[in-house]
């Protein structure tokens, strides 16, 4: 997926508190569920946008599925988002 899909899912809000809830480790899709306090539906819908989005990586132990932020992805966000100045990197 391109940086316009990655900001396209990331303009939700909802999605945004999953990778909030991800920055510190990676967690069940019902443990997502439930801090978040939704519905497994409307979370496996929000989950999906942020896996073709490549933000997410996903990981599965015997019957659970484990989710965590794919973090190469936000690095090239922010090289991208670097480009147009504000931040200087190189002093």
């Known amino acids: 997926m391109g940086i316009a899909q990655s900001f396209k899912v990331l303009s939700d809000q909802q999605r945004r508190e999953v990778l909030m809830l991800l920055k510190n480790g990676r967690m069940s ?3 997502i569920a ?10 496996s819908y ?10 997410l990586l996903e990981y599965r ?4 599925i484990y989710y965590e932020l ?3 992805v936000f690095d090239e966000l922010i090289i991208w ?10 002093k």
Not at 61 to 64: A, M, Q, R
Not at 81 to 90: K, P, T
């Open 34 to 43: 439930e801090a978040l306090k939704i519905t497994p539906a409307a979370l």
């Open 70 to 72: 794919n973090t190469s």
């Open 81 to 90: 988002i670097q480009q147009f100045g504000g931040i200087d990197n190189e």
């Open 46 to 55: 929000h989950l999906k946008l942020l896996k073709q989005a490549e933000l």
């Open 29 to 31: 899709a019902g443990e």
């Open 61 to 64: 132990e015997k019957n659970f």
